[in-house]
């Protein structure tokens, strides 16, 4: 009876070890299949050893029955878990071969370049931001009241006539400036404030090498208490020394605009000889109207609700499209508007 115990214990690790082997080698669903009715069917190697249990001692019955069921146990997980394994070798290769190359087609699209009214732009900014400026925007269509009534331009004002100016309606328009801007930050911040904006402005004009309907403007505007002309001066000659180089000086000549009194504009050094006088100036050594600029008038502080006795302000206005020209040598202000890359390559 000893001895039986022992053939059936060695009959079924054999089987165990034959079933392992086997289990290793299939390659199929099907032959997984085969092998589990082979070694653990109704009619299999294991069932077969297990029919011998009666001639076992009672005694040995349960310790032969833990085996057989620790081995069917075994070979039952390994049969699945090599089942699930060859399952997703055989989906990853489906998908595989069902695969899509969806990137053999696609054209390789331009990239554009950064024009250079834009570069000219962030430049000022940052150097009004490094000043203690705030950037602000203003919209590119305008009421009558901001582009010119609240900026005490005068009804017979040549700028407001329908030949100057393009109107969308009587009392709406494409701002001709700027400055506008001037008017929205101080009925919405109040003072004091120290703000620069920059954007398209429009005018009929004829176009040629220098003018065109649609050119560009920054505007800047400082309110607070006891804002005085040397201020101003101080600011922008510092600012086009920053922009220009050192060397660069400022001439602030008289003028006239109606919302700033007084009012000057600013000539800079000959871009060219910067100041040595050359055929470029006429031999004067500056360059002429830069900027527009200005103590903003009372009138305009009190319009958008800031005592005029308490605070002061100045205000300036230049014109990006001319600073980007002599900035990098262009010579026609229509190549700004062509988009042809060719040319804002270059910049
Ligand atoms: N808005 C003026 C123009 O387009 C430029 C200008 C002049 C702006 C004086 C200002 C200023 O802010 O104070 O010609």
Redesign the pocket.
């Known amino acids: 009876m000893e001895n039986m115990k022992d053939i059936m214990k060695g009959r079924l690790l054999e089987i165990k070890d034959e079933a392992l082997k086997t289990i290793k080698e299939a390659r199929t669903l099907e032959e997984f299949e085969q092998l589990r009715v082979k070694f653990l069917g109704k009619k299999g190697e294991l069932t077969k050893v297990l029919r011998d249990m009666g001639k076992l001692a009672p005694e040995d019955r349960p310790i032969v029955g833990q085996i057989a069921n620790e081995i069917r146990d075994e070979l039952e997980e390994t049969i699945s878990s090599e089942k699930e394994r060859l399952n997703n070798e055989l989906k990853l290769a489906k998908l595989n071969k069902e695969k899509i190359d969806i990137t053999i087609t696609s054209k390789k699209k331009k990239v554009g370049h950064r024009h250079p009214l834009i570069a000219t732009i962030e430049e000022l900014e940052d150097l009004f931001i490094s000043m203690g400026f705030s950037v602000v925007s203003g919209p590119e269509i305008e009421t009558v009241e901001n582009n010119f009534d609240a900026l005490n331009s005068p009804e017979n004002h040549p700028s407001r006539d329908m030949s100057d100016t393009f109107y969308i309606t009587e009392d709406i328009l494409l701002r ?4 506008p801007v ?1 008017i929205r930050a101080m009925k919405e911040m109040g003072a004091p404030l120290r703000i620069v904006s920059a954007g398209r ?1 429009f005018r009929f004009d004829d176009v040629d090498d220098t003018h065109s309907p649609m050119f560009h ?1 920054l ?3 400082v309110v607070d208490e006891n804002i005085s002309m040397a201020n101003l001066i101080h600011t922008l000659d510092i600012f086009i020394k920053e922009l220009f180089g050192p060397d660069m000086k400022t001439r602030f000549r008289p003028h006239h ?1 109606p ?2 009194e007084p ?1 000057a504009e600013v000539d800079v050094s000959c871009f060219k000889c910067r100041g040595k006088g050359c055929e470029a100036c006429n031999f004067t050594g500056w360059s002429m109207e830069l ?4 103590m ?1 008038h009372p009138k305009v502080l009190e319009y958008c609700g800031i005592d005029s006795e308490k605070y002061s302000g ?5 014109g990006i499209d001319r600073i980007t020209m002599v900035k990098y040598g262009i010579n026609d202000i229509r190549l700004f508007f062509e988009n042809d890359n060719r040319f804002l390559e270059q910049f």
């Open positions: 001709t400036h700027t400055s001037q402005t403007q505007e800047g505007l605009f919302f700033t009012s900027l527009g600029c200005g903003v100045f205000a300036f206005g230049m």
